[in-house]
């Protein structure tokens, strides 16, 4: 299966922008790249997702890199709401792997 | 209101005694999955189904059991649970293979 490799943490101040980066060298030309948070005591929540283009919605902005082996989750303005575990995962062939994502932590 | 549904939420229980956690969704969705959540380990995929009838396993399939019977429900199944398997349990759908994945509340098991 391929993997994704990210940072373990990342800190933030309120109302800045977060790039939470992703590598995933190992990928292949099917996989879809999904991100997913998850905030304490609840379960995994869908932020966005592409294929080979980049994307946004009112959550966030997925930047791909040409080659696919890399992406960057880009959060606008963090807000306190936003501080959470981010999973970057790659999903093709029905099986997924979450790593240990990012901890996001955003400073009032 | 588009959700997954896990039951029961919390269960206690003891070593041995068979349990099912529920999953329903209804969203329509041909794609379930199961995942296990432990301190340290992140998520971990149990099994998954494709659609009807059509189950396969994920990383840890050892010790849990599902079946597919019908769309909307993807029970898993602790046949003789261990305390090996405390754990927090979550469910998922998405529409099919790639696309955005809804998940349940979760189900905290404890086995003593």
């Known amino acids: 299966d391929a993997k994704t490799t990210q940072p373990n943490s990342m800190e933030s101040n309120e109302e800045e922008p977060v790039h939470l980066p992703c590598n995933h060298s190992?990928?292949?030309?099917?996989?879809?790249i999904h991100w997913y948070r998850q905030l304490p005591s609840q379960g995994p929540e869908y932020v966005i997702h592409?294929?080979?283009s980049n994307v946004n919605n009112r959550m966030a902005s997925l930047a791909i890199a040409e080659d696919r082996k890399s992406s960057t989750l880009i959060l606008h303005r963090a807000t306190l709401r936003d501080a959470a575990v981010y999973y970057c995962?790659?999903?093709?062939?029905?099986?997924?792997?979450f790593g240990a994502g990012t901890t996001v932590t955003v400073r009032a | 209101e588009a959700q997954v549904t896990q039951n029961p939420r919390y269960l206690i229980t003891v070593t041995g005694k068979k349990l099912t956690v529920t999953c329903s969704q209804n969203?329509?969705?041909?794609?379930m999955s199961w995942y296990r959540q432990d301190p340290g380990l992140g998520l971990r995929q149990i099994y998954y189904?494709?659609?009807?009838?059509?189950?396969d396993k994920g990383d840890v399939p050892e010790g849990y059991k599902v079946s597919r019977k019908e769309k909307r429900n993807f029970p898993l199944i602790l046949e003789s649970p261990s305390p090996n398997q405390t754990s927090l349990y979550f469910c998922?759908?998405?529409?099919?293979?790639?696309?955005?994945?809804?998940f349940g509340d979760g189900t905290r098991l404890s086995i003593l």
């Open positions: 998922a759908s998405s529409s099919y293979q790639g696309q955005p994945q809804h």
């Open positions: 190992t990928i292949s030309g099917t996989d879809y």
């Open positions: 592409g294929l080979t």
């Open positions: 995962i790659l999903f093709n062939d029905y099986k997924l792997s």
């Open positions: 969203m329509n969705h041909e794609y």
């Open positions: 189904s494709m659609n009807v009838e059509v189950t």
